[in-house]
């Protein structure tokens, strides 16, 4: 089955990027677990916050693929003879997946209390200032200037640097 593509116009040429990332936010799974909150914890960081509880620290891998965020878990099978009369706490793997925007960095990330913290930041561009001199005609500059070509009836039809 082909795919058709919001951006197969020939006007619409370097859309491809925008393109994947549409890609990857709909393959991103909408099944709600593990939940999730994203909080902001200053003007330029972010906080994800997964419940993975009865997830351990090498059950979990938190990698950056591109501008795309994916956690998954999965619990080693250690039973041990165990019998569970109920199992309400969800022992399955996961992935869930973020999509970020261009420049954004990811921090670190914490497992506290079966709480898995990835802390995000978007580092600000410093503002460049450049100053620049200013030459008057006394000083020497050079100047320019630009002649108007004109065709027989009189009308301009182009300008042209001399």
Same mark, same amino acid.
């Given at each position: 089955?082909?795919?058709?593509?919001?951006?197969n116009?020939?006007l619409?040429?370097?859309?491809d990027?925008?393109e994947?990332?549409?890609?990857?936010?709909?393959?991103?799974?909408a099944?709600?677990?593990?939940?999730?909150?994203i909080?902001?914890?200053?003007?330029?960081?972010?906080?994800?916050?997964?419940a993975?509880?009865?997830?351990?620290?090498?059950?979990? =891998?938190?990698?950056?693929?591109d501008?795309?965020l994916? /956690?998954? &878990?999965?619990? %080693?099978?250690?039973?041990?003879? #165990?019998?569970f009369?109920?199992?309400?706490?969800?022992?399955?793997?996961f992935?869930?997946?973020?999509?970020l925007?261009?420049?954004?960095?990811?921090?670190?990330?914490?497992?506290?209390n079966?709480?898995?913290?990835?802390?995000?930041?978007?580092p600000?561009?410093?503002?460049?200032?450049?100053?620049?001199?200013?030459?008057g005609? =006394?000083?020497?500059?050079?100047?320019r200037t630009?002649? /108007?070509? &004109?065709?027989? %009836?009189?009308?301009?039809?182009? #300008?042209?640097?001399?």
């Open positions: 089955m082909t795919r058709l593509s919001v951006f116009s020939p619409l040429l370097g859309f990027h925008f994947r990332v549409l890609d990857r936010v709909s393959k991103t799974s099944e709600g677990y593990p939940p999730y909150n909080e902001q914890t200053s003007e330029n960081g972010l906080r994800i916050t997964l993975v509880a009865g997830f351990s620290m090498d059950d979990l =891998a938190v990698t950056l693929e501008n795309q994916a /956690v998954r &878990g999965r619990q %080693s099978e250690d039973e041990s003879g #165990r019998v009369l109920h199992r309400g706490i969800a022992a399955r793997q992935q869930r997946s973020f999509v925007a261009e420049g954004m960095e990811v921090t670190g990330a914490t497992l506290d079966g709480l898995l913290h990835i802390d995000l930041v978007r600000m561009p410093e503002p460049r200032v450049r100053s620049i001199p200013i030459q005609a =006394a000083t020497g500059a050079a100047r630009i002649t /108007v070509d &004109g065709d027989e %009836s009189g009308k301009p039809a182009r #300008r042209r640097p001399e």
